[in-house]
């Protein structure tokens, strides 16, 4: 596991594109964003994660999209690291494989970078409150049952 803290991303880095009438400008903040709705789109993804710093069961809302998110772009082409929190009963491989997917559409679309990684780190499962109280619940009554 890296050492760094997963943190915001910084809207410092700016990819620069020289074309004829100027250049573009693209922010990695703007990847950052584009990353944390695409993946939030996918069923099954409960939220994304600040990572163990911020917090495994801290769900972000819309206002910080950018948050489980790191960026790399590099000469036009981008990384992305997408910490997320997976909702109980879904295939963790099936919905990674789909974020993935979603995430490397909406950045080539959106910014023509080339996305040469989209690395899904699962960060934690969320359970539907009612069966996380009936879990607990029965792991108390096994508790008390064995003494």
């Known amino acids: 596991m890296e050492k760094d ?3 915001d991303v910084e809207a410092e ?3 620069t594109e020289e074309v004829d009438e100027g250049s573009i400008q693209i922010a990695d903040e703007v990847v950052g964003i584009i990353t944390g709705l695409a993946a939030t789109e996918i069923d099954g993804v409960a939220g994304m994660s600040g990572g163990l710093a911020g917090g ?3 769900m972000l809302g819309r206002k910080s ?3 489980g998110v790191k960026v790399q772009v590099e000469d036009q ?3 992305v690291d ?3 929190i997976i909702d109980y009963g879904n295939s963790i491989p099936d919905v990674a494989w789909k974020i993935q997917d979603n995430v490397k559409e909406a ?3 959106m910014t023509g970078l080339d996305v040469k990684a989209v690395n899904v780190h699962v960060q934690g499962v969320n359970f539907p409150e009612n069966d996380q109280k009936q879990a607990e619940k029965k792991e108390l009554e ?3 049952a064995d003494k």
């Open 5 to 7: 803290k997963i943190k």
């Open 13 to 15: 880095a700016v990819e």
């Open 56 to 58: 495994i069961a801290d």
């Open 65 to 67: 999209l950018s948050k």
């Open 77 to 79: 082409t981008a990384s």
């Open 82 to 84: 997408v910490y997320v």
């Open 107 to 109: 950045i080539e679309g």
């Open 142 to 144: 096994e508790v008390e």
